[in-house]
């Protein structure tokens, strides 16, 4: 295994939400450094958020550990208490299991990149609590996916 | 979960190598991130190495992936292929059970600070092939730790 340089892993900007949430996250890009140094037990995206992008729909994993360190400029942790502004050095960490739905939104006027490091576990799903989404288990097996809370699909 | 500073976590020295290989460590500073903000399926450290300081003995591990990537200052990877400078935003991974021993030596005069990620698998070993030492499995449960090649303990 070489070194490499984060920069140079390809910028991608893609989402599987539905449509109708995938405006929010239309100004995210992540760098999947972990995929690109050929590791597959956890998860290491280097994620650039654009003014006024969010890191994601605010969610909560049922399995997976979740944990987040900015590197360059600020974005709001937002929780079920409310929000707190992260800068330069600023950790959060979200074990698997805590109701405590979580995402970051970039409000300021400057990019803002953070580090993100996940558990790979098939049995995760997750839960949206501020929209009518979650996503099934089997996201690694391809059998996931994400429906209504209904269980009907989109 | 609240967001904290990785500045304020406590910064620890120690190490559980022997006493002949534990000198080359000395100047390795590590804040343990996951463990700060109650994470335990992966590990996430910041570690600040003085110049002259090691990583670790060279190594590789049987069954957890490891990935850095470096936050400040500059150190020399070292793997069976031989040497090579990493620096602000280089990467490296290193997958489970394939046999590159590798670490860090900081040859600067500078302190070099990287991040590491490391996979939590009770059933990992690691060999150092440049020492009469290996760790068994056991290490999360407690019953793992060092021993000569010949399973003789020190």
Chains 1, 2 share one sequence.
């Not at 979200?94 to 990149?113: T, Y």
């Amino acid at each position: 295994m070489k070194k490499f340089a984060a920069r140079e892993v390809e910028e991608a900007n893609g989402t599987s939400y539905p449509p109708e949430f995938a405006k929010a996250v239309a100004g995210r890009h992540y760098r999947r450094l972990s995929v690109a140094a050929g590791l597959d037990q956890f998860g290491v995206n280097l994620v650039r958020l654009e003014p006024g992008a969010w890191s994601s729909q605010r969610h909560w994993h049922s399995d997976e550990d979740e944990f987040v360190i900015i590197q360059s400029g600020e974005a709001v942790l937002v929780t079920e208490e409310g929000e707190m502004t992260m800068q330069v050095g600023d950790c959060a960490g979200f074990p698997a299991g805590v109701e405590d739905a979580h995402h970051l939104i970039n409000k300021s006027d400057e990019d803002c990149v953070f580090l993100v490091v996940g558990s790979r576990s098939d049995s995760d799903a997750c839960d949206y609590p501020d929209i009518d989404l979650k996503a099934l288990p089997g996201r690694y097996s391809g059998v996931g996916g994400f429906t209504r809370k209904d269980g009907s699909h989109y």
